[in-house]
């Protein structure tokens, strides 16, 4: 069965969906504007995922957020997934569909992390022409991610704002802009956060994340089982006023806290986005 009214996503705050909440999203829809979720879920042919997951759907614009190709792998693109993806793309109709700038395989093995990619030219060419493939197989652009990363490569020369921005320029892909992770990685590696956002293309940015991180002495891990921090909400003030408004979501994905905690969080980031639509008027 296909879904038959896609629905864009408004430049209002969403929320991460997740099994344990599936009841009680079903029972009474939480007061948000959409939903994303993990397509990898849903690669099943049939169940109750899929099922439930057509009722949201009835009810909220969606997204689709992968973390499974493995882009910047040098393993070949696996076509099996790319077609159980696709499926679901027809099926539901997303929004947006999004994967992550990294890499996580080697040799069919694949590591339970999504690792950063050297910045260089012979990537920056790899990396595009994997985006190629996957867009010409799903029949649409997707987004990509920046990722939180704990070590750098010694050869890497290009900016990774300068990075994306060329990928988006040589593809027609979109980006996916993480500012959780543009904080983390501006305090473990001594960055300004700014720097790296004046550098991506304004109309690229489709689509925000926030979430939440845990200290470890000097160190931020990316864990997203926290509430957004007051630095990242000043970062999203900033972003909101540079970018505009754009769809922004709320992630949360370890320590799941109750529903109504990841509804009042988007309600926090709608207040900012009225106050940026307001000051646009």
């Not at 057509?54 to 997204?63: C, G, N």
């Not at 940015?205 to 990316?222: C, K, P, S, T, Y």
Request: charged share 20%.
């Amino acid at each position: 069965m296909s879904v038959q009214h896609p629905a864009p996503i408004p430049a209002q705050a969403g929320i991460g969906l997740r099994a344990q909440h599936f009841r009680e999203i079903l029972d009474a829809p939480p007061p948000v504007a959409w939903m994303e979720t993990h397509p990898e879920n849903y690669f099943g042919n049939g169940g109750a995922p899929l099922r439930i997951l057509e009722r949201i759907r009835a009810q909220y614009p969606l997204s689709l957020h992968g973390v499974g190709l493995s882009l910047g792998s040098t393993d070949p693109i696996d076509h099996a997934h790319l077609r159980k993806l696709k499926t679901l793309i027809d099926r539901f109709e997303p929004a947006f569909v999004s994967e992550h700038l990294s890499w996580s395989s080697i040799g069919s093995r694949f590591f339970n992390d999504l690792l950063p990619l050297p910045y260089t030219t012979e990537s920056l060419e790899h990396l595009c022409a994997r985006i190629d493939e996957v867009q010409t197989v799903l029949k649409r652009p997707i987004l990509i991610e920046n990722i939180t990363r704990y070590l750098t490569w010694r050869d890497s020369p290009i900016p990774e704002g300068s990075f994306m921005a060329e990928a988006v320029k040589r593809t027609g892909c979109g980006i996916l802009l993480d500012l959780n992770n543009v904080y983390v990685n501006a305090v473990n590696f001594g960055l300004d956060p700014l720097e790296f956002l004046t550098t991506l293309p304004i109309e690229a940015v489709q689509e925000i994340h926030l979430a939440g991180f845990d200290r470890f002495g000097r160190m931020l891990i990316d864990t997203h089982g926290q509430p957004v921090y007051p630095e990242v909400w000043g970062l999203y003030e900033w972003a909101t006023h540079h970018f505009g408004p754009r769809p922004t979501l709320i992630e949360w994905d370890t320590n799941l806290p109750p529903l109504s905690v990841l509804v009042e969080q988007a309600t926090q980031a709608d207040a900012i986005l009225g106050g940026c639509h307001a000051a646009a008027l």
